[in-house]
């Protein structure tokens, strides 16, 4: 069964500083989907980027991107010049594919702090 | 812009009360979750539907039950509340496997927070 292990309960970095979300996953597919997905304090979860397995780019959405190593099974999150605004509970996510069957698995969390 | 629309923001249940969450998508998605989630455990799924009047359990069914009667309305239900079910409860969306793939990700509402006391 795939799991998704996030390390880091809680982080606070300052605010315009560079942070990094780790994220670990196990998994025996070759060809599968990875997320990002963000929760602010409205609780509303909103997609920040996506990654699929057989592209070797790693995705980048503006001052969000990801450093995906297939071998490792590893997939961070960068955030750059962060701002109050990226304070939120960040969860890692795995998916097999869209097929009816394969359901996406949520890692635990990684709560970030922007402090002023 | 999708929306997923959740009833209620904030509940409050007494023990052995029967509760309905309801949530409602307007972009007629196939998929439809419930998930749970408390803290350092992160988002559980609790049932899914990919299609009217079809269920699935997820990894917690047990104390839940759901409905799906239309395409855009996915209700879960508490039969009789207890205490270790005050939760925040999640309801998403998608398109089922194969269509947008290229764009395809999990539309979420805002929660429904509820205390059983």
């Known amino acids: 069964a795939q799991t998704v292990t996030q390390s880091q309960p809680e982080m606070s970095v300052q605010e315009a500083e560079t942070v990094t979300l780790s994220c670990t996953y196990d998994?025996?597919?070759?060809?599968?989907?990875l997320f990002w997905y963000k929760q602010p304090p409205s609780r509303q979860m909103i997609l920040v980027i996506r990654q699929e397995a057989y592209k070797q780019q790693n995705a980048t959405e503006n001052r969000f991107s990801v450093n995906f190593q297939k071998a490792a099974k590893s997939f961070s999150l960068k955030i750059s010049d962060s701002q109050l605004g990226d304070t939120a509970m960040y969860f890692c996510?795995?998916?097999?594919?869209?097929?009816?069957?394969?359901?996406?698995?949520f890692g635990k969390g990684t709560r970030l702090h922007i402090l002023p | 812009d999708v929306k997923v629309t959740q009833s209620s923001r904030y509940l409050v249940k007494r023990t052995g009360e029967k509760v309905f969450l309801e949530c409602v998508q307007d972009m007629d998605h196939e998929n439809m979750f419930w998930y749970r989630q408390d803290p350092g455990l992160g988002l559980r799924l609790i049932y899914f539907?990919?299609?009217?009047?079809?269920?699935e359990k997820g990894d917690i069914p047990e104390g839940y039950s759901v409905s799906r009667e239309k395409k855009e309305r996915f209700s879960l239900i508490l039969e009789s509340a207890s205490t270790n079910q005050t939760s925040m409860y999640l309801c998403a969306s998608s398109f089922l496997g194969g269509r947008a793939a290229t764009n395809e990700k999990l539309f979420f509402g805002s929660g429904t927070q509820l205390s059983v006391l």
């Open positions: 998994t025996s597919e070759n060809n599968y989907y």
């Open positions: 539907s990919y299609d009217v009047k079809m269920k």
């Open positions: 996510a795995f998916m097999k594919s869209f097929n009816r069957d394969d359901k996406i698995i």
